[in-house]
C-alpha cells in the first residue's frame, strides 16, 4: 500500500490558480474551504495501490474514491442545500482546491483569510 502523502505530493506542486476563480464571491464555497481541514481529519480509506502515474487523472480520481465526507455536515457549514453543497464540494476537489488529506490549496486560505478580514473589519 502507498503512502497517501506520497500519492498527493504532485498534485500539491502542480496547482493550477485558474481553480481559484471558483472561489471569488462564492460565499458558501469559501466556508466549505475555511472547514476542510476539521471535517476530512481521519477520514481518508486507504484503498489498495494507485493505478498507474502515467494518468493523472485516473490517479486524481482514485485518491477521492477513498474519501467519505459527511454531506449533511457539509450542507449546514455551507448554508446551502444538500444538492448544492455536493456540487460545490465535487467543484472544490476537481479544481484541486482541496485535498482528501485535509489541506487547502494555499492561495484558496488567502482568499477565504482576505473575505474573512473584509467582513470583519469593515
Do not use: C
Not at 477520514?43 to 493523472?56: A, E, G, H, M, V
Not at 477521492?64 to 459527511?70: K, L, P, T
Amino acid at each position: 500500500m502507498t503512502n497517501i502523502e506520497e500519492i498527493l505530493a504532485p498534485f500539491k506542486t502542480d496547482q493550477d490558480p485558474l481553480g481559484l476563480i471558483f472561489l471569488i464571491d462564492n460565499v458558501p464555497a469559501m466556508k466549505l474551504v475555511a472547514a476542510w481541514p476539521n471535517i476530512i481529519r481521519g477520514k481518508y480509506i486507504r484503498r489498495k495501490d494507485p493505478p498507474p502515474n502515467d494518468d493523472q487523472q485516473r490517479v486524481w480520481e482514485w485518491i477521492w474514491a477513498g474519501v467519505r465526507v459527511d454531506m449533511d455536515k457539509l450542507a449546514i457549514i455551507s448554508g446551502t442545500t444538500a444538492a448544492r453543497t455536493e456540487h460545490l464540494y465535487t467543484m472544490l476537489w476537481v479544481a484541486r482546491i482541496i485535498f482528501p488529506d485535509g489541506s487547502v490549496h494555499p492561495q484558496a486560505r488567502n482568499i477565504v483569510a482576505q473575505y474573512i478580514q473584509k467582513k470583519v473589519i469593515k
